[in-house]
Nanobody, 131 residues
Framework: VQLQASGGGLVQPGGSLRLSCEVS????????VGWCRQAPGKEREWVSY????????LYADSVKGRLTISRDSVKSTVYLQMNNLKPEDTAVYYC?????????????????????????WGQGTQVTVSS
């Protein structure tokens, strides 16, 4: 499967952006597509994922309520709508795909996905939140 991300840019705090990830390849509907991000000097962090087959989605606690992931099966595209952006959302955002997502329950009960769960990666798109 191949992934092509786009839609990053510069936005003021409180603003919105929509990222797109075009997915192509045989059997793409069997994949789970996610977004991860990496800020300078930090480890890559999982943000959200969506199952292309049934549309089931999950979010990291840090973005819950502000980011919404969706898919358009006709356009073979996954979107990440980002609202109420904060400076700490500044990062390179990557879309990625896997046939077997692994979800971990952390000791505090929150759900987490290791970015290493994803097998295929698109190029990143820069999101900068700054006034």
């Amino acid at each position: 499967v191949q992934l092509q991300a786009s839609g990053g840019g510069l936005v003021q705090p409180g603003g919105s952006l929509r990222l797109s990830c075009e997915v192509s390849g045989f059997g793409a509907n069997g994949y789970t597509v996610g977004w991860c991000r990496q800020a300078p000097g930090k480890e890559r962090e999982w943000v959200s994922y969506i199952r292309l087959g049934d549309g089931g989605a999950l979010y990291a606690d840090s973005v819950k309520g502000r980011l919404t992931i969706s898919r358009d099966s006709v356009k073979s595209t996954v979107y990440l709508q980002m609202n109420n952006l904060k400076p700490e959302d500044t990062a390179v955002y990557y879309c990625a795909a896997t046939l077997a997502i692994r979800v971990t329950i952390k000791p505090n009960g929150s759900l987490w996905v290791d970015p290493l769960s994803f097998d295929s990666w698109g190029q990143g798109t820069q999101v900068t939140v700054s006034s």
